[in-house]
């Protein structure tokens, strides 16, 4: 999955990696059974609930461009999984992700996994929720990644953080 919608996007939201699916059909969270979508509209940020397993329709592209939305990942390469990344690809990861957010200035970030935060910029005590330290000069949120195998969130939890998340940065209008 490609980079999608960083030119003037106000909410950049950034995966670990993208999936083996989501490669192949080039949108972000396209694995059935990931929590993102259903997470993303339950906190009100889509109007409707986005089905990315056979790629991002039209319609969809024009709504998350509509809603401020951009998306990329921390680390570019595809895998069957993150345990496949080397601590090396989330700190090259980091900088690039840094050097995004400066050239492309969204409002806020919000990035879907404490891990893979921790790791990429080397804050191993990160929490999840907004960061002290901007990444690139632009707000940081880091909310729990939706993945099946983050088996203690729910949809209902991940919608909490994503929409305390949304609320600050509609507060920035």
Same mark, same amino acid.
């Given at each position: 999955?490609?980079?999608?919608?960083?030119?003037?996007?106000?909410?950049?939201?950034?995966?670990?990696? !993208?999936? =083996?699916?989501?490669?192949?059909?080039?949108?972000?969270?396209?694995?059935?059974?990931?929590?993102?979508?259903?997470?993303?509209? /339950? &906190?009100?940020? #889509?109007?409707?609930?986005?089905?990315?397993?056979?790629?991002?329709?039209?319609?969809?592209?024009?709504?998350?461009?509509?809603?401020?939305?951009?998306? #990329?990942?921390?680390?570019?390469?595809?895998? /069957?999984?993150?345990?496949? =990344?080397?601590?090396?690809?989330?700190? &090259?990861?980091?900088?690039?992700?840094?050097?995004? /957010?400066?050239?492309?200035? !969204?409002?806020?970030?919000?990035?879907?996994?404490?891990? /893979?935060?921790?790791?990429?910029?080397?804050?191993?005590?990160?929490?999840?929720?907004?960061?002290?330290? !901007?990444?690139?000069?632009?707000?940081?949120?880091?909310?729990?990644? !939706?993945?099946?195998?983050?088996?203690?969130?729910?949809?209902?939890?991940?919608?909490?953080?994503? &929409?305390?998340?949304? &609320?600050?940065?509609?507060?920035?209008?």
């Amino acid at each position: 999955m490609h980079d999608r919608n960083l030119a003037g996007c106000r909410l950049l939201i950034v995966g670990i990696n !993208p999936g =083996l699916l989501s490669e192949q059909v080039d949108a972000p969270f396209a694995r059935p059974g990931n929590r993102f979508w259903p997470a993303l509209h /339950a &906190a009100g940020i #889509t109007e409707w609930l986005v089905d990315a397993r056979h790629g991002l329709a039209t319609e969809d592209e024009a709504m998350l461009n509509r809603r401020g939305l951009g998306f #990329t990942n921390i680390v570019p390469r595809a895998t /069957a999984g993150a345990a496949e =990344l080397s601590r090396e690809e989330y700190r &090259a990861g980091g900088a690039e992700l840094a050097e995004k /957010a400066a050239r492309f200035r !969204p409002e806020v970030i919000m990035i879907a996994g404490i891990g /893979a935060y921790r790791t990429a910029f080397s804050h191993p005590k990160a929490k999840v929720g907004l960061q002290e330290e !901007p990444i690139g000069g632009v707000e940081t949120w880091v909310v729990p990644n !939706p993945s099946g195998l983050n088996a203690h969130e729910t949809v209902d939890s991940l919608a909490r953080s994503y &929409a305390e998340v949304w &609320a600050r940065l509609e507060e920035k209008q």
